[in-house]
């Protein structure tokens, strides 16, 4: 069985500030992990994904996340926000036969001017 | 650039009525996924279609919920009759080829979504 925990459903913080988003999971075999997000009325864009290469993953838009195994972690950084970044952020994983990943519940990062 | 597209966008009807939702993935994805999203929480799988079969359906609830991809190609998700608690985001996702390798892994892209309000 796998699961994630994202850590706060709202993350509120402001324009230029460092943008940090938490995701736990658990997994019982090797994980892949993914970080989604969807705009209001939209569906969900991969920002990025770990399938067991390097650690430290680069995404989209200035976000990366780094895979830590034995914190179980997968969060998500951006140095500074943007207005642009407000939007809904999901954490999901997959493992060995099932690509098909489970979310999380998404945290939903508020930017202030 | 080649989307996922979906119809209609947003749908509202009555409870014990019947409604169709559509999906249309890329070109040449032969996987095929509905997803729904209650307000508030992450996406669930509800079926995943491989070509025009049906890889997984374990959390369709199939008293009122059925799926088809006939040609595998596009696919329609229909629910009848519909109840409140179906209210949410319906979303289908595509993936590329499959591997023979079990440790791919084929990027899932996602249309814009249906939004359903059952009243």
């Known amino acids: 069985a796998q699961s994630v925990t994202q850590l706060g459903s709202h993350v509120s913080v402001s324009e230029g500030a460092l943008v940090l988003l938490r995701c736990n999971y658990s997994?019982?075999?090797?994980?892949?992990l993914f970080w989604y997000v969807q705009y209001p009325n939209q569906g969900l864009q991969l920002l990025l994904k770990?399938?067991?290469?390097?650690?430290l993953v680069k995404g989209i838009n200035g976000f990366e996340a780094e895979f830590k195994k034995s914190e179980t972690s997968f969060h998500l950084t951006k140095p500074s926000a943007h207005m642009s970044d407000a939007a809904e952020y999901f954490c999901a994983v997959g493992s060995g036969g099932s690509y098909i990943p489970t979310f999380g519940r998404g945290t939903s990062l508020i930017v202030h001017p | 650039e080649a989307e996922v597209a979906q119809s209609p966008r947003y749908k509202i009807t009555e409870k014990s009525q019947a409604v169709a939702f559509w999906c249309d993935p890329i070109s040449g994805h032969a996987t095929l996924y509905w997803y729904r999203q209650i307000l508030g929480q992450g996406p669930e799988l509800l079926v995943q279609?491989?070509?025009?079969?049906?890889?997984?359906d374990s959390q369709l609830p199939k008293d009122r919920f059925s799926a088809e991809r006939l040609k595998g190609v596009d696919s329609t998700l229909k629910i009848q009759p519909a109840e409140l608690g179906d209210s949410a985001m319906y979303l289908c996702a595509s993936s590329g080829p499959t591997s023979a390798s079990e440790s791919s892994y084929n990027e899932q892209f996602f249309g814009p979504g249906t939004r359903l309000t059952v009243l």
């Open positions: 997994s019982s075999v090797p994980p892949y």
């Open positions: 279609f491989q070509d025009e079969s049906v890889v997984d």
């Open positions: 770990y399938t067991s290469a390097a650690t």
